[in-house]
């Protein structure tokens, strides 16, 4: 067997490798041995059948595909081991047979891989960097966040609905007087400001006293998921059955050692800190994806489809995962809006494209700056994790998988990159404008999990760029 490796058009390289006769017929053979049991000819025994037999009854070509197979299974891969240093794959190849007789057969595999980024400046640019801090407010709105979740259930009686309610309801949806399909529903729950139904309708329910009944008149929104009902306009008879409130427990001293701490104000301190952390993260984030972002502008590379349908694949994967934590299945949520996975993955596409491009230009400039991780500093990073587990670093070591070493390795490499980016760009505070936070509790599902259609069509969460390796 030889080969030859030639670079191809769209980062990919044509691997042509040919094998001799003797190699092509041993590779038949084992084709035969492999399937014979397969196939039945009159007058022999089902997997007896000789070879040459079955290519007088079956054709000459019988086992080419087959043998094709074996001879791809085993020099492939030992190819690719030996031109690492050349190029690395970064998605399955494109088979073809070139040429095929007796005396030689010519296997071409066409194989994406990562390709060369080029990169204009990356030192001495204006970045934008982004600082968070926490103040008082901040801290007691989470404490009241808190309280609201904790906060028992009860049930209202001597009021009208307020925002925050839960509002069991019927209701009959009609246009111009007709009822439609999907438009009703009963016993409904209902959070007062969740903004599960379309906008107008649960502002109108606020106000409505339990056992009363009252049309709310509501437009379907001109995006509406329904194509029948875009922008028209709607009657909704509805009823109030039961209201649910929320009683909130005091903040005092039980309530912070239910939280794990032993006064009000070790409470508070205890949540001032774990939300400086967050803001001190969400301030690294986003000024890391500044710096990217920039870089990026003056940044190009010839980005082959294996790796943005891989990175699509990704993001759906961490969707699939987000509506889990809701309780919705992707595949319902995706006969919701009438697609396929197929369909909705190409959702992705503009944002893979870019977090591919991004994570090259990462790559790119640990490459050009010698940017390495120290065993001491690998080490030091094994033992935190070590201790935040309850273990001895070296026994926690022995439990680690190799991709665990090199996640922390790359890690390690990513933050270096970015503290020398840091100090080696003109780094200009960003402010952002602050605006009261929107309480809106979690929208419910009916019983049946079905969605009504009053109900807004779900949104998609995005995803953001990442450290490579996140």
Known sequence: MKYEVATAEKSTVKITITFTGEEWKQAI?????????????????????????????????????????????????????????????????????EDITDEKVVLVAVTPVKPDVKIGNYKGIKINKFEYTVTDADVESEIQSVRERVAEKVEVTGRAAQLQDVANIDFVGKLNGKEFD???????????????FI????????????????????????????????????????????????????LDEAFAKKMGSDSVEAYKAKVRERLEKNAESRSRNETENAIITEIAKTASAEI????????????????????????????????YLGTTREEYKKNFEEEARRTVLHQLIVEKIIELEKIKATEKEIAKKIEEQAKSVGKEAEAYKKTMDPRQIEYIENDIKVTKLFDFLMANNEMVAYKEEKKAPAKKPAAKKSEDGAAKAPAKKPAAKKTTTKKEGE
């Open 29 to 97: 053979d084992k084709a035969y041995a492999q399937t014979k049991s397969k196939y039945a000819v009159n007058g022999f025994r089902k997997g007896k059948v000789p070879k040459h037999v079955l290519e007088l009854y079956y054709g000459k070509g019988l086992f080419y595909e087959d043998a094709l197979n074996i001879l791809y299974s085993e020099h492939y891969g030992a190819i690719l081991e030996k031109e690492a240093k050349k190029f690395t794959p970064v998605g399955e190849p494109s088979l073809s047979v």
């Open 182 to 196: 999907g438009g009703s529903g009963k016993e409904f729950d209902l959070t007062l400001g969740s903004g599960q």
């Open 199 to 250: 906008p107008g309708f649960e502002d109108q329910v606020v106000g409505m006293k339990v056992g009363e009944t009252k049309d709310i008149k509501v437009t379907f929104p001109e995006d509406y998921q329904a194509e029948d009902l875009k922008g028209k306009k709607a009657v909704f008879t509805v009823t109030l059955n039961k209201l649910t409130g929320s009683k909130l427990p005091e």
């Open 304 to 335: 082959p489809d294996a790796m943005v349908e891989a990175q699509e694949d990704y993001s759906l994967q961490r969707m699939e995962y987000q509506l889990m934590y809701q309780g919705m299945r992707l595949d319902d949520y995706l006969a």
